[in-house]
């Protein structure tokens, strides 16, 4: 079946550092894949999202590239800011599945201190 | 406001009790998921509604939980007998329609005793 997998935290960065989160996938499909945010005490949000090979993401400075070649869509950002502290989660939706629903990855907290 | 909202915001139960989970999503929109994170983990998906009609429950764990959506608005995620392995952040997302960008509840903390 679908699955994610993305490097484990916690992840913790000085302000304006460069920050890498992997995030590798397996698929049935040509799956959409997407990085969403979760702020502390605040609900998921769509970070980017890109739905098909070499889309690139991009916002709010973080940007990841979708690599079929090496199933990847890696996120980054070249220079983090304390208010980008949240824990980051890499999900993808499968072309097969007819309502869209998301497969996630674990999470990876990142904690940037000034 | 204009977000999906979600109550209650947090449940303790104790094991044996029934619990209810509400969801209300963003008005208009037509499709509405559940999903189930558990400590440290991603979510999971539980079940999807087109409207009023559940066209997705394979990710549903027991038959123990049951999710309805009447009017297709408001759905609410019920789990009967809670277990301690219930305990997790049960979310809730709603699309204008199917395989569209997701919006997302803040969540129901369910904690079983």
């Known amino acids: 079946g679908d699955s994610v997998t993305q490097m484990e935290g916690p992840v913790t960065l000085s302000e304006e550092a460069f920050l890498t989160i992997n995030c590798t996938y397996t698929?049935?499909?040509?799956?959409?894949l997407f990085w969403y945010v979760q702020y502390p005490g605040e609900g998921l949000q769509l970070l980017l999202k890109a739905t098909k090979a070499d889309d690139k993401g991009s916002n709010k400075g973080f940007e990841a590239t979708y690599r079929k070649e090496t199933t990847s869509f890696h996120l980054e950002k070249g220079s983090v800011q304390v208010s980008d502290s949240a824990v980051y989660f890499c999900a993808l939706s499968d072309s097969t599945d007819s309502w869209g629903k998301l497969q996630f990855g674990a999470g990876t907290q990142v904690v940037v201190t000034p | 406001g204009a977000g999906v909202s979600q109550s209650p915001r947090y449940k303790v139960a104790k094991r044996g009790q029934d619990v209810a989970l509400r969801c209300d999503p963003i008005?208009?929109?037509?499709?509405l998921f559940w999903y189930q994170q558990a400590l440290g983990q991603g979510p999971e998906f539980l079940t999807y509604?087109?409207?009023?009609?559940?066209?997705?429950k394979s990710g549903l764990p027991s038959d123990r939980f049951f999710a309805e959506r009447p009017e297709g608005s408001v759905s609410t995620l019920k789990i009967q007998r809670t277990q301690q392995e219930d305990s997790a952040v049960y979310l809730c997302?709603?699309?204008?329609?199917?395989?569209?960008?997701?919006?997302f509840g803040p969540g129901t903390r369910l904690l079983v005793l």
């Open positions: 008005s208009g929109h037509v499709s």
């Open positions: 698929a049935t499909g040509y799956p959409s």
């Open positions: 509604f087109q409207n009023e009609a559940q066209l997705d």
């Open positions: 997302a709603s699309t204008l329609g199917a395989v569209e960008t997701q919006y």
